[in-house]
Structures are given as C-alpha cells and as structure tokens.
C-alpha cells in the first residue's frame, strides 16, 4: 500500500469522538460512513459509550482488537495529541484530524500543530488537516464518506480538493444539484502533513480520477506543483479556482520590475505558474462547475471549429460572439451539409453556421440537424441552443440529442433557455445527461477552455537548456559588493554580472576620474553615451549623470568635468557621498529595439521574470509579461510572443523582425541567472537593445540589488 492508500483506500477505520449527541460532528461522520456503505470495518472510540448507532464502542484505538487503518480524529483539541499516541501504539498509519483550533487560531494553536506534525512524523503516519471538513474516496471498493456534510456524494471521476471546509459543504450540495459526482473529495485543513502537491502526485496514476478541480487560497510550495502540476496536466485536466490576493504595498522594491508587480498584484505570479503549468483558472465557483460540465461529460475537442445549431437568433449571435472573442472559429459549413439542411428545413431558415432552424422545430428536426453538423468535417464541436417554444417540450429535444453522443466523438454542449423546474426534472429524469447550460456565454467559455486544454496537451514539454555560464565569477563580485556593505550595484558591476551569463553588454570602458576619460575611451566608436557611476547613485537620468550622441574626444572630456561638477553638487546634499565618484563611456547604440528583461523575487514564491517593451515609457505601456523560471524554451518563446507590442519585435512596415530565437535563449540565459544567484532581489536590464541580427544584441543598462542579508 502508498503510504496515502491508509487515508484513502483504508480496511477499517475508527471514529474516535464518535458520539451519540445529536447534532455533533462525530455522530454526522460515523453516521455519513454508515449511511455511504462504507466497505470496511468502523470502529467508534468514546470512553463514555458501549454501543453509538448500534455499533460497539470502544474506549480507545488500542482497545480495539481489529487493525485500524486510518482513525478519525474528532475529540477536542487538548485531547487530540494523546489520542495520537494511542494511535502510534496501535500502528495506525492514516490520520483525519477534523478538530479545529490550531494554527488558524494563534501562536498557541501554531505549537500544537507543530507538534502534532511531530508525532505524526514519529510514528510514521501521514495525516490530512487538522482542521479539515473530512474525506471522501467513491470507489465502489472503498465507498467511504468520512465527511460531516449533509449531502452524500453521486459516484463520478472527479478528484476534488477544498483548502476550505465550507467551501467544500457548499459545493457538494451544488454539484449533486448539478449531477456532477466526485471520484474523491479532500478537504485538506491546515495541511500539516499532506500538501495540495501530495494529494495532485496521488492522483497523477489514479485510474478512478479524470479531472481534477482544486479550490486554493494559497500556494504552498510552488516550486514543488510547478513540475507536478505540469506533468499531470498533459493527461488529467485541473482547474483551480484561486482567490486572488494583492502584493501592493508589501514589497519596498526600487525596480520597474518591482513597481509593475506591485501594480498588478501579486495574481500575475499565480496567472504566470498556472499558465506554464496548462493548468485552468477560474475566478468563480460558478466558472468551475461550468467547465467540470464540459470536461467531465465530454471528450475533448480535435480543433476549434465549432457548429452551432439554434432556434432562436439572439442567443446564437451571442455565442458566436463569444466564441469569436475566445479564439473560437464559427466556419462555414462543407456545401453537402448546406444542400442537406436546405432540403431539410424550410426556406426562411439559415443553413449557413449558425445553423437557425426557426423558431418551431420538433425533436426530429433537431437530432437529425445536430447529426448532420456532427458528420461535417469543418466542425469540431457542437453547441446546441433552444428556447423552448410552446408547443415543443425541451426534455424531448435533449433526449434527441442524447443519442447522438455515444454516435459522435465530438464534445455536444447544450444551451436550454427555460426555467428551473426544467433542470431540476432533467436530474430525476437523466441522470448523467449531457451537458447543458441555461446561457451561451458558459458553454462557450467552457468549449474554449476544453479547446486550449486540447492545445496544452499537444503541446511539447519544452526543456529547460543550461548554459555553460560563469556562476563563481559572479558569485564572487556579489560577494564583494556585500563586503563593502552594499546593496546596489554600480552600473559597470551589474553590467559585468549579466556578461558572466553571456548577457551581450554595450561596449564600454569604465574611468576613474573626469580627466581619465577621453584616454580611456580610446577603443571605442564614437559616438559615445557617459555615464557618471557611484554607489548611491541609482535614477542616473534625474540626477543629470547620462549625456548621450557625444561625437567627439573634445566633447567628450567637457562633458566629463561639466557632469563632475554638476553630480557632485547634486550628491552635496545628500548624506552619504563618501563614495567617489567614477564614469562609464559606452558606444552609443542605435537603431535596435528597446525591451525591458527583469526579475523581482517574492518571499513566498521565489524569483520572478519579466519580458516586455522596453525604454523610458515601461511603467507607463506596462506591456509585460511574467513567468516563474526556470523557463523552457518553449516559455521563453511564448513570453515574447504574448507581449502586446509583439509585432514590434517582428518588424512593422517592412522592418527586418529581430531575431526571435536568439532573443528566446537571452531569457533562458537570464532565468539560469535568477536561479542560480537567490542573493539577487531585484535586476532590471532596460534597455536592453535587439535587432535581426543576434550578434548586436546588447545591454544598454542594467540596476541590480542585492537581497537583505538574512
Ligand atoms: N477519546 C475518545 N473520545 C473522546 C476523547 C478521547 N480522548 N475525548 C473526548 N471524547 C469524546 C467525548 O466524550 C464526546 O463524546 P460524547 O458526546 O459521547 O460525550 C466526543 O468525544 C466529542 O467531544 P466533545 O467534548 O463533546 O467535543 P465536541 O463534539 O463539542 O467538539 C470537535 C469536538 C472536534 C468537533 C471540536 O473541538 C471542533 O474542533 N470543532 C470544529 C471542527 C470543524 O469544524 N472542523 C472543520 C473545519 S472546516
């Protein structure tokens, strides 16, 4: 058995608080295992009681004279450690601790919770919560509802995890009103022991589980669920329904790729992982049991063609619209399914997609349209929308099309525009009936979402590329701005980091002092761009420390001492101007265009890359796009293509594109960087210049921090 197989796949279970009290959690739990017909042995434990719903108490889990796979721990919390070590006595290896009060309370709740991870970890059990609504495993095999909800589950291959308990009761209410049921419910508590990665990995091979929905309020590794998530997502669909929480304010960053993470919250970091990982988000409970209808009763779509078929003309337009909006294709039909529905339907009818039959078709007209657009190779998937006329009953026409989905391997989605009774007789009635919505725009989003999911799946992995890289050379000259008891780096160190990386830097010599200079700039073409560089001096622009298009020596030199003076007046007033001050000549770079590389790292989730336009005007475009490294070739490339001024890149009005490729491996360059170096808090690279040809590619400026020593 895996170790989890204890929790989910237990032989027996012991209830320990069981009670006879009505109204409590531990008479709802031993009651709900009885009421499933839960396949093995229950054991209630209560010192107070010999028989609780006819079943033989005993007074702990060691008196119990059977094994005991998984107990259930529902006893007060001051009891809940003692009752572990009864159950590290008697071998038991599954825990379900539903008692609340720990470290969702405070500093107290937070050691006991520490400690009863301890003892779990000691005894070699693996535990789900504390503080959990209880679990639920369908298979016929197992059949146990060890949850204190007032619902018990319809039977499906739905693996469903909750990070909140009464999110999770709700929702087994809704989806049995829906007809939707679960291989497994997981109310996973304060995740003391098994994590939402744990319960994803369980159910990778689980052959009684097709799609998994997850309801998360935090990440809790996600460096851990990003190669997890990404590896289940190619074969089993997850769609997380993620509350989104704001960064702003919390971090005090000094970078644009600080302020635009800031600004947007730190939701792009969770968007950016769950876009690399072909996992689904969605913003409402009501968005995730739309798409479970699509996914789970339905197999995917082969492309994005989609035929409709309607009686109605308004809610077709409506889908079509919306199937537009989402990247969806509403394609001509072939001329033989044209010729046929002609002969078909009369006259005022529009044969072209959508198919609109007129407002009174019988449930013949409508299986034997819906088959027509099925056979019809321009077509992937099928929509079929009624507003139910009068005369005809909508239950005869989805009975109709019914048929056609064990005929057709094409996903069929249903709108049904009627009221309530409707669906709620359509349970009793069918129950495992197709999909059907009571508007357009969710079957859509749902045939859209399926759609992309087909694409993820097709998709090639990617792989992530290392580089032959100087990582001790830059280990090395961090450590030397640290010894100096600094935290920024001066333009010629940030520039000499990102070359150890095999980052292209402008070319450029670094002076002492003013009268150095135009000696110094010897090697280089003119024209030239100075730089005045000191430690404390970070937005050089404002404080008058960049003058560019110098043509000549004799510029040169008078611009060296006129922004000597002028810097050092600027940084009289400040505090600390002990640093001397230095100069940076580099080759003015023109012609290229200008894009923005940056990484900014999230206490709880680790570095961040950015892509984007680039220059002067980047906080205020704010087109950029964020992944979480490492990166594929396969993100690399994405990045730069999602970026809205992508056609840019690829040359407008007949400019030659930049080379994408090259520019694709600079982000994978950079994101080797980012990961190997965690000492660096934040890098812009802006701009950094590209072209068409690769070998011109080059760092114009670069601002590099260091974290906080910890
Ligand atoms: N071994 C076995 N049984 C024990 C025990 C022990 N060490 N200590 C107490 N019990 C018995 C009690 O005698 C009682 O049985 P009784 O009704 O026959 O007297 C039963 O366990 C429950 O104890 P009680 O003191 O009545 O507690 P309670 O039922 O009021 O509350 C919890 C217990 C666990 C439900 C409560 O502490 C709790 O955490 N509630 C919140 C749970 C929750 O909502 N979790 C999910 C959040 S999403």
Redesign the pocket.
Same mark, same amino acid.
């Given at each position: 058995m895996r170790s989890l197989d204890y929790i989910f796949k237990p032989r027996s279970i012991a209830v320990?608080?069981?009670?006879?009290?009505i109204g409590?959690?531990?008479r709802e739990i031993l009651h709900n295992l009885i009421a499933f017909d839960y396949h093995g042995k229950v054991f209630p &434990?209560? %010192?107070?009681?010999d028989f609780i719903l006819s079943i033989k108490a005993f007074?702990?889990v060691s008196s119990i004279p059977d094994r005991v796979d998984l107990a259930i721990i &529902?006893? %007060?919390?001051d009891?809940v450690l003692?009752?572990v070590d009864d159950c590290g006595k008697k071998g038991v290896k599954g825990l379900l601790v539903?008692?609340?009060?720990f470290s969702e309370t405070g500093d107290e709740g937070r050691r006991i919770e520490q400690e009863l991870d301890e003892r779990v970890e000691r005894y070699g059990m693996r535990m789900i919560g504390p503080?959990?609504?209880g679990i639920m495993n369908t298979d016929l095999a197992v059949h146990m509802d060890g949850t204190f909800a007032p619902t018990l589950p319809l039977v499906g291959r739905i693996g469903f995890l909750s990070q909140?308990?009464?999110l999770?009761i709700a929702i087994l209410n809704m989806a049995r009103r829906l007809d939707i049921g679960f291989s497994f419910f997981v109310?996973m508590?304060n995740k003391a022991n098994v994590s939402n990665n744990d319960l994803l990995e369980y159910w990778e091979d689980d052959l009684q589980t097709d799609l998994i929905l997850m309801y998360l309020e935090s990440f809790g590794n996600p460096r851990r669920f990003m190669p997890i998530a990404r590896r289940i997502s190619k074969h089993k669909p997850i769609v997380v329904v993620k509350s989104g929480r704001t960064l702003a304010g919390a971090l005090a960053v000094s970078s644009h790729t600080g302020a635009l993470v800031s600004r947007q919250g730190m939701d792009i970091a969770i968007d950016a992982l769950l876009e690399q990982t072909g996992v689904i988000r969605v913003d409402t409970v009501q968005e995730l049991f739309d798409l479970t209808l699509g996914f789970s009763k339905n197999p995917l779509p082969r492309g994005d063609r989609v035929g409709i078929l309607t009686n109605a003309g308004g809610p077709a337009i409506l889908a079509t619209d919306a199937a537009i909006h989402l990247g969806l294709k509403v394609p001509k039909l072939s001329e033989r399914t044209q010729a046929e529905l002609r002969h078909l339907l009369p006259p005022e009818a529009a044969i072209h997609n959508p198919v609109d039959m007129t407002p009174i078709p019988d449930r013949s007209k409508y299986e034997a349209c819906a088959r027509l657009l099925l056979e019809d190779d321009e077509i992937d998937s099928l929509l079929v929308i009624s507003v139910p006329p009068i005369m005809v009953s909508a239950m005869d026409i989805i009975m109709g099309i019914e048929g056609l989905r064990r005929e057709f391997a094409k996903p069929i989605l249903a709108v049904v525009m009627a009221p309530e009774d409707f669906f709620d007789a359509l349970n009793d009635k069918f129950p495992g009936h197709m999909a059907i919505y009571h508007f357009p725009e969710p079957a859509v989003r749902t045939l859209a979402a399926m759609e992309r999911h087909r694409q993820w799946r097709d998709e090639p992995l990617g792989s992530v590329k290392m580089f032959q890289v100087q990582t001790r050379a830059a280990e090395v000259l961090l450590a030397e701005v640290r010894r100096e008891g600094r935290r920024q780096l001066t333009t010629p160190e940030a520039l000499h980091l990102l070359e150890c990386y095999g980052l292209p830097v402008a070319k450029s010599v670094a002076a002492a002092s003013a009268g150095e200079v135009v000696e110094r700039a010897k090697s280089l073409r003119y024209p030239v761009v100075l730089k005045a560089i000191a430690p404390d001096l970070v937005h050089k622009t404002e404080a008058g420390a960049v003058l560019t298009d110098i043509r000549t020596p004799e510029e040169l030199d008078a611009a060296a001492s006129r922004m000597g003076e002028s810097v050092s007046r600027a940084r009289s007033g400040q505090a600390e101007t002990s640093a001397p001050l230095g100069f940076l000549v580099q080759e003015h770079v023109r012609g290229g265009r200008e894009v923005i590389i940056g990484m900014l790292q999230d206490p709880s989730f680790g570095p961040l890359v950015m892509f984007g336009l680039g220059g002067v005007y980047v906080e205020t475009l704010r087109d950029v796009v964020f992944r979480v490294p490492p990166l594929t070739d396969l993100d690399a490339e994405e990045m730069i293509r999602q970026i809205r001024g992508y056609q840019l890149l690829e040359g407008v009005r007949g400019e030659a594109p930049i080379d994408l490729k090259a520019l694709a491996e600079i982000l994978q360059r950079f994101s080797q960087m980012v990961q190997e170096l965690p000492q660096v808090a934040e890098i812009d690279i802006n701009p950094f210049m590209v072209f068409p040809t690769a070998g011109e590619f080059c760092a114009v400026d670069a601002r590099v921090r260091l974290a906080e020593e910890s």
């Amino acid at each position: 058995m895996r170790s989890l197989d204890y929790i989910f796949k237990p032989r027996s279970i012991a209830v320990v608080g069981a009670s006879r009290r009505i109204g409590s959690i531990g008479r709802e739990i031993l009651h709900n295992l009885i009421a499933f017909d839960y396949h093995g042995k229950v054991f209630p &434990v209560n %010192p107070k009681a010999d028989f609780i719903l006819s079943i033989k108490a005993f007074p702990t889990v060691s008196s119990i004279p059977d094994r005991v796979d998984l107990a259930i721990i &529902v006893v %007060p919390r001051d009891q809940v450690l003692g009752v572990v070590d009864d159950c590290g006595k008697k071998g038991v290896k599954g825990l379900l601790v539903i008692t609340s009060g720990f470290s969702e309370t405070g500093d107290e709740g937070r050691r006991i919770e520490q400690e009863l991870d301890e003892r779990v970890e000691r005894y070699g059990m693996r535990m789900i919560g504390p503080n959990s609504m209880g679990i639920m495993n369908t298979d016929l095999a197992v059949h146990m509802d060890g949850t204190f909800a007032p619902t018990l589950p319809l039977v499906g291959r739905i693996g469903f995890l909750s990070q909140s308990g009464a999110l999770g009761i709700a929702i087994l209410n809704m989806a049995r009103r829906l007809d939707i049921g679960f291989s497994f419910f997981v109310s996973m508590g304060n995740k003391a022991n098994v994590s939402n990665n744990d319960l994803l990995e369980y159910w990778e091979d689980d052959l009684q589980t097709d799609l998994i929905l997850m309801y998360l309020e935090s990440f809790g590794n996600p460096r851990r669920f990003m190669p997890i998530a990404r590896r289940i997502s190619k074969h089993k669909p997850i769609v997380v329904v993620k509350s989104g929480r704001t960064l702003a304010g919390a971090l005090a960053v000094s970078s644009h790729t600080g302020a635009l993470v800031s600004r947007q919250g730190m939701d792009i970091a969770i968007d950016a992982l769950l876009e690399q990982t072909g996992v689904i988000r969605v913003d409402t409970v009501q968005e995730l049991f739309d798409l479970t209808l699509g996914f789970s009763k339905n197999p995917l779509p082969r492309g994005d063609r989609v035929g409709i078929l309607t009686n109605a003309g308004g809610p077709a337009i409506l889908a079509t619209d919306a199937a537009i909006h989402l990247g969806l294709k509403v394609p001509k039909l072939s001329e033989r399914t044209q010729a046929e529905l002609r002969h078909l339907l009369p006259p005022e009818a529009a044969i072209h997609n959508p198919v609109d039959m007129t407002p009174i078709p019988d449930r013949s007209k409508y299986e034997a349209c819906a088959r027509l657009l099925l056979e019809d190779d321009e077509i992937d998937s099928l929509l079929v929308i009624s507003v139910p006329p009068i005369m005809v009953s909508a239950m005869d026409i989805i009975m109709g099309i019914e048929g056609l989905r064990r005929e057709f391997a094409k996903p069929i989605l249903a709108v049904v525009m009627a009221p309530e009774d409707f669906f709620d007789a359509l349970n009793d009635k069918f129950p495992g009936h197709m999909a059907i919505y009571h508007f357009p725009e969710p079957a859509v989003r749902t045939l859209a979402a399926m759609e992309r999911h087909r694409q993820w799946r097709d998709e090639p992995l990617g792989s992530v590329k290392m580089f032959q890289v100087q990582t001790r050379a830059a280990e090395v000259l961090l450590a030397e701005v640290r010894r100096e008891g600094r935290r920024q780096l001066t333009t010629p160190e940030a520039l000499h980091l990102l070359e150890c990386y095999g980052l292209p830097v402008a070319k450029s010599v670094a002076a002492a002092s003013a009268g150095e200079v135009v000696e110094r700039a010897k090697s280089l073409r003119y024209p030239v761009v100075l730089k005045a560089i000191a430690p404390d001096l970070v937005h050089k622009t404002e404080a008058g420390a960049v003058l560019t298009d110098i043509r000549t020596p004799e510029e040169l030199d008078a611009a060296a001492s006129r922004m000597g003076e002028s810097v050092s007046r600027a940084r009289s007033g400040q505090a600390e101007t002990s640093a001397p001050l230095g100069f940076l000549v580099q080759e003015h770079v023109r012609g290229g265009r200008e894009v923005i590389i940056g990484m900014l790292q999230d206490p709880s989730f680790g570095p961040l890359v950015m892509f984007g336009l680039g220059g002067v005007y980047v906080e205020t475009l704010r087109d950029v796009v964020f992944r979480v490294p490492p990166l594929t070739d396969l993100d690399a490339e994405e990045m730069i293509r999602q970026i809205r001024g992508y056609q840019l890149l690829e040359g407008v009005r007949g400019e030659a594109p930049i080379d994408l490729k090259a520019l694709a491996e600079i982000l994978q360059r950079f994101s080797q960087m980012v990961q190997e170096l965690p000492q660096v808090a934040e890098i812009d690279i802006n701009p950094f210049m590209v072209f068409p040809t690769a070998g011109e590619f080059c760092a114009v400026d670069a601002r590099v921090r260091l974290a906080e020593e910890s």
